[in-house]
């Protein structure tokens, strides 16, 4: 089965960098590689700079000296270490799984509902997300690192919950499957760039939200990923509220509808008014952390 090219389509541009290109039938799945830099390999072949395909289930995507970010559900974000290589196993919303098998992948997960069952195999052991949060995986020294959010890992009839900040060698001599702690501040390379994309991502979805808000309302489908072409990226937007980033910093992903209301009061947050223009937005009042649950699809948040 042939790579679906997915970045080869031209949208039109508008005011605040982003097209209504979603409207040609043309969506992302898991499995769409977002974003690579180096040496990317997709099914074999040699990916450009930045290229954006869809992987479907049983290809392969592998990094040389280069890494890959691949769009899994709608917020949660796989990334490939240099000389890595992951197969998609399945690309359904309620059945996401990928097999690691070489090097290092790491997750980012901002938004993951109870009925999304993604799941990372790595030297046999099947690792499914239960909570938002960040997890790093080795497919060369097997284990699965908890740096923010919640696991369960299955190996034959043994299971284990693994927590934030623990980490669980995958290997036949853990018997029981006893995962310890490490130190969550002792981050590596891979770590680094991750956050660095995730900054990245989170500017994207700002700049789509407004998009949504101010040019092209009709867009909005709710949940999922929304082409933005002045960014070349796909951007996160969920359904409604506010998902902060767990990585912790001042970032997040922002509902149209979130972006719409509380922008004027975002403290210490960068405001977007078009394409490359930036703005401080007044610091006298933070935003509330939103919480919430899916009903038809729709995230509808309420203050915390």
Known sequence: MMLKTLGGLTGTLLCAGVAAWSQTGVMAHPGAVNYTEGQVFANGQALRASETVQIEPGQLLETRNGKAEVLLTPGVFLRLNNNSQAKLDSNSITDTRIELLKG??????????KDNGIQIIDAGYNTQLDKRGIYEFNADQPMVAVYDGEATVRGGERSVNVKKGHELALVETNA??????????NTDALYSWSKL????????????????????PGWFYGTG?????????????????????????????????????????????????????VRPVPAFRAAPAFRGGFVGGAHFGGRR
């Open 104 to 113: 290092e992948a790491m997750v980012e997960a901002a938004q993951v509902e």
């Open 176 to 185: 029981n499957l006893k995962a310890h702690g490490f130190d969550t501040k």
């Open 197 to 216: 994309r995730s900054e990245y991502m989170a500017e994207a979805n700002m700049a789509t939200a407004q998009t949504i808000v101010v040019n092209n």
């Open 225 to 277: 990923w929304y082409w933005n072409p002045y960014y070349a990226t796909w951007a996160f937007v969920p359904g409604a509220g506010y998902w902060a980033s767990p990585f912790g910093f001042g970032f997040g992903f922002y509902s149209p509808v979130y972006w719409s209301y509380y922008r004027p009061w975002i403290g210490g947050y960068r405001g977007f008014v078009g394409p490359g223009v």
